[in-house]
Nanobody
Framework: QVQLVESGGGLVQAGGSLRLSCAAS????????MGWFRQASGKEREFVAA????????SYGNSAKGRFAISRDRAKNTVYLQMNSLKPEDTGVYYC?????????????WGQGTQVTVSS
């Protein structure tokens, strides 16, 4: 069982930056690949970024490429999402998730989410 808790969300002006954190606890977290997703009000959940258990492989959704960066600190059991050049359309609830096999479509554990609001 893996427990995930996101933090770092908030209100920021367009063009600003935020860093989200996802603290994990539980069995064998370091062996899990991790991902970030977001969901805007009235829209479907969208893939943002993912990172392999080693941290050597990453992938990004189209909206995140060139602006966001995912990283992990295995010693701290934490995954980060650095978001730069934020736009109003980045507004939404951001979730982190854990999966046993990097690159798959299914995730095994989810956090409760943290709200990000970007004002114009």
């Amino acid at each position: 069982q893996v427990q995930l808790v996101e933090s770092g969300g908030g209100l920021v002006q367009a063009g600003g930056s935020l860093r989200l954190s996802c603290a994990a606890s539980g069995h064998a977290f370091s062996s899990y690949a991790m991902g970030w997703f977001r969901q805007a009000s009235g829209k479907e959940r969208e893939f943002v970024a993912a990172i392999s258990w080693s941290g050597y492989s990453t992938s990004y959704g189209n909206s995140a490429k060139g602006r966001f960066a995912i990283s992990r600190d295995r010693a701290k059991n934490t995954v980060y999402l650095q978001m730069n050049s934020l736009k109003p359309e980045d507004t939404g609830v951001y979730y982190c998730a854990a999966q046993k096999s990097y690159g798959g479509s299914d995730y095994d554990y989810w956090g409760q989410g943290t709200q990000v609001t970007v004002s114009s």
